[in-house]
């Protein structure tokens, strides 16, 4: 068997070295970027995070991304404490320090800050948040078609842990991750509390039947912002897309399968449990929903 590949792989940047990344107001050399071991996201993994691409000198799709990481933050009540104005310009001065114009990925963090005690309640943190942004050069690989298994990890209840907080808790995700793997495959498919046919360990997914684009309701995963695009480039070119239950059964029989996430956009899938989905290449329909994404990103 060939390689396992990953959603997130990208290539090799020597520069990726001596990056300067952004922690609490100040741009300072990755080796200095620390934070406290009793950091509540360190410690519990209390807090939310966006991952926001650079193509061309401008953030995609920002305003979005800063508006559900706010959104995120107050469900949690977590006071970030700046305007999203700071935060954004936060971006584009961490990218100016090292002198990223495309092809860079910034993973915006905020956590409750440090701790007083080693303790679970949140009264315990009381000097703020930990604000941080974590940038790299990085230009995704063009890798085979992704292999998926599904696993027995399932996207949860709101009332356990709501799918759609981007939160730092992803252990649910790193179990199906290392299922999968074990299974042989590159990532995890996860369905819902119902049984349907959800989403992967770290991306939407999509299927095409007869010409038509399906993905699920969105009641159990990540409001992606990318998944949103992806609907309303189909609506708005003519392709037939539906957010709706459905299985397993529908999804071997599927004729294209494909990831949508910040990092890699569209990804193609070409197996599925060991079951050849189309004829295991990109197909049409997600070639054609690729084009019309960087034609997006790129007006």
Not at 33 to 44: E, N, R
């Amino acid at each position: 068997m060939d390689e396992q590949i990953s959603t997130h792989g990208a290539e090799e940047d020597a520069r990726n070295e001596r990056l300067m990344l952004w922690l609490n107001g100040r741009i300072v050399p990755k080796a200095e970027a620390m934070v406290s071991v009793y950091d509540s996201g360190f410690m519990l993994g209390d807090g939310v995070w966006e991952g926001i691409r650079l193509y061309h000198g401008r953030w995609a799709f920002l305003d979005e991304h800063l508006g559900r990481l706010y959104e995120a933050a107050r469900a949690i009540d977590l006071e970030i404490g700046h305007p999203p104005e700071t935060l954004a310009q936060a971006l584009r001065d961490t990218a100016a320090a090292n002198g990223m114009v495309t092809d860079a990925h910034a993973r915006l963090m905020v956590t409750r800050g440090v701790k007083t005690r080693p303790f679970q309640h949140p009264g315990f943190s009381r000097q703020g948040p930990t604000i941080a942004i974590i940038m790299e050069h990085s230009r995704p690989k063009k890798p085979r078609p992704i292999r998926l298994a599904t696993v027995p990890h399932m996207r949860g209840l709101p009332m356990t842990q709501d799918p759609k907080l981007n939160s730092h808790s992803k252990l649910n995700c790193i179990l199906a991750c290392i299922a999968a793997e074990k299974a042989g495959a590159d990532e995890a498919l996860m369905l819902d509390v119902h049984g349907f046919v959800n989403t992967t360990n770290a991306c939407n997914f999509f299927i095409v039947r007869k010409g038509e684009v399906w993905t699920s309701t969105g009641d159990y995963c990540l409001n992606g912002i990318t998944r949103g695009k992806v609907l309303a480039l189909c609506r708005e070119n003519g392709i037939a897309a539906h957010e709706r239950n459905f299985t397993l059964v529908d999804t071997y029989s599927a004729e294209e399968a494909f990831l949508t996430g910040t990092f890699g956009a569209q990804t193609p899938v070409g197996m599925i449990d060991g079951r050849v989905i189309g004829t295991g290449q990109m197909g049409p329909v997600t070639a054609r929903i690729r084009d019309l994404y960087k034609a997006l990103v790129g007006a």
